[in-house]
């Protein structure tokens, strides 16, 4: 079901200050740019950049994905494996579903099906 590490996200007060930084530092333009998310081609991996601040606070904002194939199925698989739900799977864009759950110790697990990235490109 786990395809392997895809994406981390930061939340960012200034999107446009952000990614202004971002690609300096980087050395290379956003592959997704868009005013609710911009997305980062590192190196096979997502550095993503999220400007939703809702309920975050300094030192909660990263949010990790895990790549699968079908993010559906696999939140299905999780939640009957008893993770509980967080963000039900969500089409933001591009064709990338995300979605994430609580595994049992309250730790957030996300998941994301993205058409723009190969298993083979992520090593």
């Known amino acids: 079901?786990?395809?392997?590490?895809?994406?981390?996200?930061?939340?960012?007060?200034d999107l446009e200050q952000a990614k202004a930084w971002y690609s300096?530092?980087?050395?290379?333009?956003p592959y997704f740019d868009e005013p609710f998310y911009v997305g980062y081609?590192?190196?096979?991996?997502?550095?993503?950049?999220d400007p939703d601040m809702d309920g975050v606070t300094t030192?909660?904002?990263?949010?990790?994905?895990w790549g699968v194939a079908d993010?559906?199925?696999?939140?299905?698989?999780?939640?009957?494996?008893?993770?509980?739900?967080?963000?039900?799977?969500?089409?933001?864009?591009g064709g990338i579903i995300v979605a994430t759950v609580l595994d049992p110790f309250g730790n957030v697990?996300?998941?994301?099906e993205n058409p723009h990235f190969t298993q083979s490109e992520a090593g």
Do not use: W
């Open 71 to 93: 993010a559906k199925a696999s939140f299905a698989e999780l939640t009957a494996k008893g993770a509980e739900v967080d963000t039900e799977p969500l089409e933001v864009g």
């Open 59 to 65: 030192g909660n904002n990263v949010g990790i994905y």
């Open 41 to 49: 081609n590192v190196g096979g991996y997502e550095l993503g950049l």
């Open 109 to 112: 697990f996300g998941i994301i």
């Open 1 to 13: 079901m786990i395809q392997g590490l895809r994406t981390a996200v930061y939340k960012v007060a």
């Open 24 to 29: 300096d530092m980087l050395g290379i333009e």
